[in-house]
Nanobody
Framework: QVHLVESGGGLVQPGGSLRLSCETSGLDYSTIGWFRRAPGQEREGVSCLTETGQITYVADSVKGRFTISKDTGKNTIYLDMNNLIPEDTALYYC??????????????????????WGQGTQVTVSS
């Protein structure tokens, strides 16, 4: 059974930072990413990373503020979020795909071809 576990969400003031974690339990994937869904909005991609550690996608809305990374030894993917703004408030999901044919600019933006999803961790940015 595929099992992704996200953690690290919470309530933070504008300008603050959080680190999200996604435990992959050693799952094999070609690309893994962070996505988010704000209330009343469509799901959007935040950032993607290949199995080899190459960052293949970063949403314009988070460039310069969010960084995706991996710790292979801990089977964990991270999303470091800095200078958070209220518009970052959302449920953040970790998801992966085993497809070698992923189109980063579209699939990482929307979640297409990502067939395995975690339950999500809530991030709320508010004063």
């Amino acid at each position: 059974q595929v099992h992704l576990v996200e953690s690290g969400g919470g309530l933070v003031q504008p300008g603050g930072s959080l680190r999200l974690s996604c435990e992959t339990s050693g799952l094999d994937y070609s690309t893994i990413g962070w996505f988010r869904r704000a209330p009343g909005q469509e799901r959007e991609g935040v950032s993607c990373l290949t199995e080899t550690g190459q960052i293949t996608y970063v949403a314009d809305s988070v460039k310069g503020r969010f960084t995706i990374s991996k710790d292979t030894g801990k089977n964990t993917i991270y999303l470091d979020m800095n200078n958070l703004i209220p518009e970052d408030t959302a449920l953040y999901y970790c998801a992966f795909t085993t497809s070698p044919w992923i189109q980063y600019s579209t699939d990482c933006a929307t979640g297409g071809q990502f067939g395995y999803w975690g339950q999500g961790t809530q991030v709320t940015v508010s004063s």
